[in-house]
C-alpha cells in the first residue's frame, strides 16, 4: 500500500454573541430599512456570532483547532506544522499561525507555521499546500490547517456591509494515512488581480500606509469600492469544479458533496445549476453562522462531517472565492477514520 495524507479529524470553533438580522434591522432602519430584508432573502444569512471585544482572530483559531486535536486523539506537542488562512489577522506582522502556535502550546522542537492570505479561497490553497509539504517532507505526520475570521472588528460597524460578517473558525487535522487511494486530491485555481480594487482594507500597509487622513476616510476598514459582475462566482466555481473532474479523474456527477464559500444562497445555487448536480448535495451553513470568510469552508465541512452528512468513501469538493479575486478548489475522499473521529 502507498502513504497518503487524510483529513483524520475536524473542528470548529463559533463564539456566543449572537447578533441577529433583527439587531441590523434596528440599527439601518433609518438609512436603509429593506436593506436587512433584500441581504436576508438573497443571501440566506439569518445572524452572525461576535467574539468578545478583546479577542484576536487566534483566539478563534486556537479553539477550533484543539476540538480537530482532540477529536483526532493527537496531543498539541505531537504537531509538525500549523498553517493559518485568514484575511483578517492578528497583526500586519507576525504571522497569526506562530501567535496560534503559541497559545495553542504546540511545543515540537522543529515544527513550522505560515500563513496563508487569498481570503475566502484561503484553506482549500492552505489544504493543497499542506498535502504537498506533506508528501514531499515524510518527518510531517500531523498537520494542522486551520481557517478563522473576524472581519467585523475590522468594519465600520455603521456600513451596511457589517450585515455579511460573522466570526468563526474551522480546522482539520492531517496525518499520514495508509491506502489504496488518496484522501486529498489535486487541487485547482482561477485568478484575475483587475479586480483587486474592488473590495478591502486599502490602507495599513505598504502601498498606502494608515495615516490619520486614511483613517478619518475609512480607509482603516473593510469596505466594498465596487461590485463583482456575478459571473465571477456563477461561471467561476462550476469552472473550478470542472477542472477538479478533469485532473482527478472522476465524473462531475459523481461528487457526493460540494462545499461553496457561504457568502450567498442564490449564487450557490446558480452554480448547482450549471453543474447539472441536484442542490441537496450542496452543504450550506451560511443560515446559522453568517458568512464567516476564510473560516466558512472548514466549519461547513465539520458540520456535514458531525450531522451525517457524509459518509465513508463520498467525493467532496471544497471551493473557495476570495477578494482579489481568486479561486481555489480541492477534491477530498471520506475517510474511515474521519467518520469515526466525528462520532
Known amino acids: 500500500m502507498s502513504s497518503y495524507v487524510a483529513i483524520r479529524s475536524t473542528g470548529m470553533y463559533v463564539p456566543e454573541n449572537e447578533v441577529s438580522n433583527d439587531v441590523l434591522r434596528a440599527r439601518f432602519a433609518k438609512t436603509a430599512p429593506e436593506y436587512i430584508d433584500k441581504m436576508e432573502a438573497t443571501t440566506g444569512i439569518k445572524t452572525r ?67 496563508v492570505g487569498c481570503a475566502c479561497a484561503s484553506f482549500p490553497t492552505a489544504l493543497a499546500a499542506a498535502n504537498g509539504l506533506m508528501m514531499t517532507n ?63 482594507i486599502y490602507s495599513g500597509g505598504t502601498a498606502e500606509p494608515a495615516s490619520v487622513e486614511s483613517i478619518a476616510a475609512g480607509r482603516t476598514t473593510v469596505r466594498m469600492v465596487d461590485k463583482y459582475p456575478a459571473e465571477i462566482n456563477d461561471i467561476g466555481w462550476p469552472a473550478v469544479v470542472n477542472r477538479l473532474a478533469e485532473i482527478n479523474g472522476f465524473a462531475v456527477k459523481d461528487i457526493d458533496l460540494v462545499v461553496f464559500t457561504q457568502v450567498r444562497k442564490r449564487t450557490i445555487d446558480k452554480a448547482m445549476v450549471n453543474l447539472g448536480l441536484p442542490n441537496e448535495k450542496a452543504h450550506t451553513v451560511m443560515g446559522k453562522w453568517g458568512y464567516t470568510g476564510s473560516a466558512c469552508i472548514p466549519m461547513a465541512l465539520h458540520d456535514a462531517v458531525v450531522n451525517g452528512r457524509v459518509k465513508t468513501g463520498d467525493l467532496v469538493v471544497l471551493v473557495g472565492s476570495g477578494v482579489g479575486h481568486n479561486q481555489a478548489g480541492i477534491a477530498i475522499r471520506i475517510t474511515d477514520d474521519l467518520v469515526r473521529k466525528a462520532v
Open 138 to 200: 515524510p518527518w510531517m505526520k500531523n498537520v494542522l490547517v486551520i481557517g478563522a475570521y473576524m472581519m467585523h472588528k475590522l468594519a465600520d460597524p455603521e456600513d451596511q456591509g457589517i450585515f455579511f460578517y460573522g466570526d468563526g473558525a474551522g480546522a482539520a487535522l492531517l496525518v499520514r494515512s495508509e491506502g489504496d487511494r488518496p484522501s486529498l486530491l489535486s487541487s485547482a485555481y482561477r485568478a484575475d488581480g483587475s479586480y483587486s480594487k474592488h473590495w478591502g
Open 49 to 115: 456570532w461576535y467574539a468578545p471585544d478583546d479577542w484576536a482572530t487566534s483566539d478563534l483559531a486556537v479553539r477550533a483547532a484543539r476540538q480537530a486535536l482532540s477529536r483526532g486523539g493527537v496531543a498539541a506537542e505531537d504537531v509538525d506544522m500549523i498553517i493559518v488562512g485568514t484575511d483578517s489577522p492578528d497583526y500586519m506582522t507576525p504571522a497569526t499561525s506562530v501567535v496560534v502556535q503559541q497559545k495553542l502550546g504546540a511545543t515540537k522542537a522543529g515544527m513550522g507555521t505560515f500563513d
